[in-house]
């Protein structure tokens, strides 16, 4: 899905970033930001996040340093996205999933009991998962589960910690000991 980068009043307006900038960051995101990010993290709008997040760093630079000027704005701009992007990739590529922890072949090895709850089989096997499904539930955190479905929609933690009140890495933080405390859950069955 195409993100279309919003207009740059908007945009100077929220991030504080400078017209040039804005104008620099929105060609860069048209003609090579948007396919770059879609090919490194698939996830457009994390992308425009990310793209933003540049464009207002570099804007924060220029402020903070005016004596030295920045000769290559696109190129500037250009490597502190892609370091952004790289990054983001690294991060996810990290990140725990119940199923690539799931052994790969198909031949006699033993699922973990807390990976049942995938490629069931069987109306028996089904109702022994509904029954774990439901008894994990009840001891899950409201407000990690609303993290969650708002993370699988494509929020970044950054506009999740402005909506909580909290710093974006006090958020991760809190988000990532979550989940390790539910795949442990999982595991144990």
């Known amino acids: 899905m195409r993100m279309p980068w919003p207009p740059c009043e908007e945009v100077q307006d929220v991030y504080k970033i400078d017209r040039d900038v804005c104008e620099t960051a929105k060609q860069l995101w048209t003609v090579e930001g948007e396919p770059f990010c879609l090919a490194e993290i ?14 207002a760093s570099v804007a924060r630079f220029r402020a903070a340093y005016p004596d030295r000027r920045i000769e290559n704005l696109k190129a500037y701009l250009r490597t502190a996205f892609r370091r952004l ?54 001891a899950i955190d409201p407000r990690f589960l609303e993290v969650h479905e708002y993370r699988e929609m494509g929020y970044t933690f950054e506009r999740l910690a402005r909506h909580y009140g909290m710093k974006p890495n006090h958020l991760r933080s809190w988000y990532s000991k979550k989940w390790n405390c539910l795949v442990k859950r999982l595991r144990k069955g």
């Open 42 to 55: 698939g996830d457009a709008a994390e992308g425009l996040d990310l793209m933003l997040a540049a464009a």
């Open 85 to 138: 992007i790289l990054e983001e990739r690294r991060r996810k590529k990290r990140h725990l999933t119940l199923v690539d922890e799931l052994p790969k072949n198909g031949g006699g090895e033993q699922r973990p009991q807390g990976f049942a709850l995938i490629a069931v089989e069987g109306s028996q096997e089904k109702d022994a998962l509904i029954a774990q499904v439901k008894r994990h539930m009840k």
